[in-house]
């Protein structure tokens, strides 16, 4: 990938190996001219960044791009060039402000969870401190060990100075970095929240990365409640604004933009509540041999549909008795197979805690499920299926979703919450809500980012 490293006197490194021994004749030989060096290689690094964060890769193909193509730059010199502590600190720093300039980067999030894997809810981009130190301590480790009485002699001289494992740093600074970000008192709100109830699942969307870097910033910014939502710029940043909603008279916070604002009940989140319930008769039609789009997105459901498997109702008002109300579930499937009907109902809300309304569906259609029992004498389950608005998938989900043996990953109808969310916090903070970050572009997800999930899909 690069060509070695060029040295001011005009020699150049070959044979660069990722544990990096070969530079130890250089050093020994060697009058290397540090500053020189070290702006080469900043340059360089940064040339490269910011041909990463123009381009239109997707968040997760962005850090992998900057991972191999612009880290290794500065990491190969670690051991050759004596970097100071500040100067790689600086390095991280113009990094993150070049993200920032691209969208990729809210510049109130947190950044201690922008190194953490995307696995534990951190958008794992490699810090340069850490990777410079992790290959000093390999390099020291290397020296100590080894049987070679020149290499041991370099290690009792003092050429290296740290004495620790590379793996127990690479631990201990990422236990570090997820202290300080779940301890934060607004960043780390959600993570606290959503601890006891989130399924490994819940990380999938960052684990995949297929979504534009805008988007993938804008929900962790959200996330971390770093958006200047009227009420924060009001209460956080002094601002001399009102932080009411103008269309319900309530303080405009993250939540009430993504979930709670009756003025956007009856279209903004009810198209994400569909979306989702789409998504699941999509993969219920699949499952049943039922005519369905090819594509998940383009999916649209019919209020009957049968064939000798099976029946779907759609979004359908079950008439039995005068005296029942809740006879609309989302989705009813009447499995002519296996003799068995179930009542599915999606909710997508904010903080009301998962199990308090999987508990109100289960009350909301309990005298639907004994009628229909009664008449038809068939097995009847309620089958809420519940996702938080930034993205939470609750351990429940999975369980529900085996009941309904859907092929559907919980991951593609987080997918449709997620994307659908952005919309409209991107739609409301531009309009009444606050501001994003300065001079964001009003931009729409399709169809790009949605052929993007689809083709994620057929993986998952
Ligand atoms: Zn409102």
Redesign the pocket.
Known sequence: MTEGIKLPDGNNIKHIDETGYKYLGIIEGGDIKHLKMKDTIRKEYMQILKAILKSKLNAGNMIKAINTWAVPVIRYSAGIVKWTKTELRNIDQKTRKHMTIHKALHPRENTDRLYITPKEGGRGLPSIEDCVNIENRALGQYLKTSEDEWLKSAWEEGLTKVDEDPQIYRDRRMTNKKEEWHNKPMHGQYMRHTKELASDDTWQWLQRGELKKETEGMITAAEDQALRTRYVQRTIDGNNISPI?R??N?KITIN?IASE???LAQNQYKKRHDSVAKTLHWSLCKKHHLPCSNKWYEHQPEGVIENDQAKILWDYGIRIDRVIRANRPDVTLIDKIKRKISLIDVAIPWDTGVEEKEKEKMDKYQDLKIKIRRICDMPVEIVPIIIRTLSTIPRSLKRYLEKLEAEVAPGLMQNSVILETANIVRRVMDSYGGRMQPGTPHYKYHPVELEECDKQNKKI
């Open positions: 909603c269309k319900c309530t009430h604002c009756p003025a």
